[in-house]
T-cell receptor
Framework: QQQVKQSPQSLIVQKGGISIINCAYENTAFDYFPWYQQFPGKGPALLIAIRPDVSEKKEGRFTISFNKSAKQFSLHIMDSQPGDSATYFC????????????FGTGTRLLVSP | GAGVSQSPRYKVAKRGQDVALRCDPISGHVSLFWYQQALGQGPEFLTY????????KSGLPSDRFFAERPEGSVSTLKIQRTQQEDSAVYLC??????????????FGPGTRLLVL
């Protein structure tokens, strides 16, 4: 049972372009939505996170857009750089007391020079 | 400061062998999680500790999987009678979170298990 659906599976973007990754969820008990970045051979690292009381959060070149009514959220990477080439995972977590993260299937991003 | 560390980084086991994977969380972190990541997939939750108490083990795939954190710090994930389908990367994460609060989970580099 996949509770968080992520697309696309892979993405190629030219240097300087915008990378967009989308996620959708079903469980309305989710109320915390982080994005993780993972390089080969490394563990996932938190990139940015949002709660559903806001529609957008920006940190540097990374922005999360959140649509509570549609149960969708997306990651935008502005001015994409070759160093951004990695796998990105969206995730969701339920209300306090339910600590586990439910991850999407991942998007492999390649930023071409 | 040091992050989450895991050992061994790589483990090759013959089918039927028992394995033990170790996780050293960030010092002072109360919560500890184990996830399993199959090739090309996202991490999947296995189990959760708050201090030494195992509060959620709903993700453990079978009774061959056992986890412990006896002193509320280091944790060990043990897999008995390994099967080929157990081949995956096992990730450990820790966070400061107490029950009722939500905090960032910091992941270790993982242990890559290959069962032949």
């Amino acid at each position: 049972q996949q509770q968080v659906k992520q697309s696309p599976q892979s993405l190629i973007v030219q240097k300087g372009g915008i990378s967009i990754i989308n996620c959708a969820y079903e469980n309305t008990a989710f109320d915390y939505f982080p994005w993780y970045q993972q390089f080969p051979g490394k563990g996932p690292a938190l990139l940015i996170a949002i709660r559903p009381d806001v529609s957008e959060k920006k940190e540097g070149r990374f922005t999360i857009s959140f649509n509570k009514s549609a149960k969708q959220f997306s990651l935008h990477i502005m001015d994409s750089q070759p160093g951004d080439s990695a796998t990105y995972f969206c995730a969701a977590r339920g209300r306090a007391g339910f600590q586990k993260l439910v991850f999407g299937t991942g998007t492999r991003l390649l930023v071409s020079p | 400061g040091a992050g989450v560390s895991q050992s061994p980084r790589y483990k090759v086991a013959k089918r039927g062998q028992d394995v033990a994977l170790r996780c050293d969380p960030i010092s002072g972190h109360v919560s500890l999680f184990w996830y399993q990541q199959a090739l090309g997939q996202g991490p999947e939750f296995l189990t959760y500790f708050q201090n030494e108490a195992q509060l959620d083990k709903s993700g453990l795939p079978s009774d061959r999987f056992f986890a412990e954190r006896p002193e509320g710090s280091v944790s060990t994930l043990k897999i008995q009678r390994t099967q080929q389908e157990d081949s995956a990367v096992y990730l450990c994460a820790s966070s400061l979170a107490y029950r009722g609060q939500q905090e960032t989970q910091y992941f270790g580099p993982g242990t890559r298990l290959l069962v032949l």
